[in-house]
């Protein structure tokens, strides 16, 4: 399992809207303060060091999530792992779609069209649709009640973790990356303790999830939210009144309730899309745990989870050029666009390399040291999900020129055809091949997003820079759903 899996809500996305967040760092403010006289807001920080703190939180978290998993195998048994595996693969598509990358959405508000409280009110009915939705599919898919337990634990604890993530998506409005980052450290090392003394005192999965919500919830109380209110008391940049109040007291319901859902519907598209990444990586566990049951898929998932730092690294080195590539390619420099590129791909097809060697000579090993013997008898699959991982990286790479060029329409299509190249594969390998099979579609998965990738950052470059100027003069973003409250 990718990073992407197991932290949709902290890791990429933090990365890639960054470099959004980086462009104009808001002034410093004063704003009088009920609890404290004068606050003083501070300026943000450099690109480097938001990417130095971001960059280090991921790390420490990707991480602890892996010691996490170490945890369920090392304490617990492969059965536990597949439960927390059929947790995460059910939760997350669900909240990937509800959360509709807000996070996104108000890291680029830089005109503050909306308010905190706005992003955070819409995210908590969002989460608690999710939390409503997975409680439906846990009751009605006739799952063990012990099961149907673990996935409502794991829910919990994501859900929490959204509220966190819109805390993020405000530190990176104002620049204060280093507050995300030391929130991911300090959720991440609560996670593996939690989840560690919740086996050890229990040997149940279950209250090691219960334990994880509970310190996201202290980690969100006595971190995040007090952190963020000295950003969420910054006024407004524009002179509109935002919240409602300049309607009509009897309306003022009304113009909330219009605000929230002009927000829903803007944001919309980007949960598609991130909820279509999601099902994708998660599609062999699907197809696995039906045929094979929670012992098998807990062996893929944490052999899966060996992968995540191929992936954390290719997707930070591809994030983190966005902003340069972005300016190339608005700049009409084509040229120099696409040799950025190249390097980059040059650098994702090294690693690539780099990992499959070491799965190669010393897969089973590793899988010894870390899981048990019982893991290092599937090797292959290890080598096979390593050379699956390579093949996303450099998709990843392309997708991020795609997202440089600020074509973010066509993405929807192209991850549609990923997903169903997946569903397709598992549903043909899976069956016969086991564990192999669900590897080999990722790999089939993999292949299909790194050509249609390739197709249109072809196109990209082939194409007048002029046709992109056109259709941004055709639909400005700043236009887009602007309130006349």
């Known amino acids: ?18 470099s959004v967040a980086q462009v104009t760092p808001p002034p410093a403010a004063r704003r009088k303060s009920p609890d ?120 919990l604890a994501k859900g929490i973790e959204t509220l966190s993530d819109i805390h993020y998506g405000l530190f990176q409005l104002n620049d204060r990356l280093d507050q995300t980052g030391r929130s991911m450290m300090l959720r991440g090392l609560l996670s593996v303790v939690a989840v560690s003394a919740g086996l050890y005192l229990t040997g149940d999965v279950f209250w090691g999830c219960a334990g994880l919500a509970l310190v996201w919830l202290v980690a969100l109380l006595y971190f995040d939210v007090r952190r963020g209110r000295r950003f969420a008391a910054r006024p407004p940049e524009s002179g509109r009144r935002l919240d409602g ?20 519907y803007l944001a919309l598209p980007l949960g598609i899309v991130t909820t279509m990444a999601s099902i994708n990586l998660n599609m062999p566990r699907y197809f696995i745990h039906t045929r094979l049951g929670e012992h098998q898929l807990g062996i893929f998932s944490a052999m899966a989870y060996a992968t995540v730092a191929m992936t954390l690294v290719s997707d930070s080195l591809g994030h983190s050029a966005i902003p340069g590539m972005s300016r190339l390619y608005a700049g009409g ?48 699959v290890f080598l096979l999900l390593m050379f699956a ?3 996303h990286s450099a998709a990843c790479i392309l997708t991020s020129g795609i997202m440089s060029a600020r074509r973010f329409g066509i993405q929807v299509p192209m991850y549609g055809l990923v997903l169903g190249c997946s569903a397709l594969a598992c549903a043909r390998w899976v069956p016969g091949a086991g564990l192999a099979g669900g590897a080999m579609a990722m790999m089939a998965a993999a292949a299909v997003h790194l050509l249609l990738a390739a197709v249109i950052v072809g196109y990209l470059l082939l194409a007048p820079v002029k046709r992109s100027s056109a259709a941004g003069a055709r639909r400005p973003v700043s236009t887009i759903w602007q309130p006349d409250l």
């Not at 959360?99 to 308010?115: I, S």
């Not at 980059?344 to 780099?354: D, E, F, I, P, S």
């Open 333 to 380: 420099r084509l040229a120099e666009f696409r040799s950025l590129l190249l390097r980059l791909l040059a650098v994702g097809g090294v690693l690539g390399l780099a990992g499959l060697a070491v799965a190669q000579v010393m897969g089973a090993r590793l899988l010894t040291i870390f899981y048990s013997p019982e893991y290092a008898a599937h090797s292959r």
């Open 245 to 264: 109040t300049g309607c009509g007291h009897l309306s003022r319901l009304v113009c909330g309730f219009q605000r929230q859902w002009r927000l829903m």
């Open 389 to 391: 991982m390579a093949i």
């Open 1 to 18: 399992m990718s990073v992407k899996e197991f932290i949709p809500l902290a890791a990429p996305d933090v990365a890639l809207n960054e």
């Open 36 to 155: 404290a006289g004068t606050l003083v807001v501070p300026s943000g920080l450099s690109l480097r060091s938001n990417f130095a703190w971001v960059l280090s939180g991921n790390l420490v978290y990707a991480a602890c999530q892996w010691g996490v998993v170490v945890a369920l195998a090392k304490l617990g048994s492969s059965f536990m792992v597949g439960q927390f595996s059929l947790g995460l693969a059910i939760a997350t598509p669900v909240f990937m779609f509800t959360n509709l990358h807000l996070r996104a959405v108000q890291a680029t508000d830089a005109r503050r069209l909306y308010t905190f409280a706005e992003y955070l009110h819409l995210r908590m009915v969002m989460t608690l649709a999710a939390m409503l939705v997975i409680a439906g599919i846990a009751w009605f898919g006739q799952y063990e009640r012990r099961t149907a337990a673990v996935i409502l634990a794991v829910a």
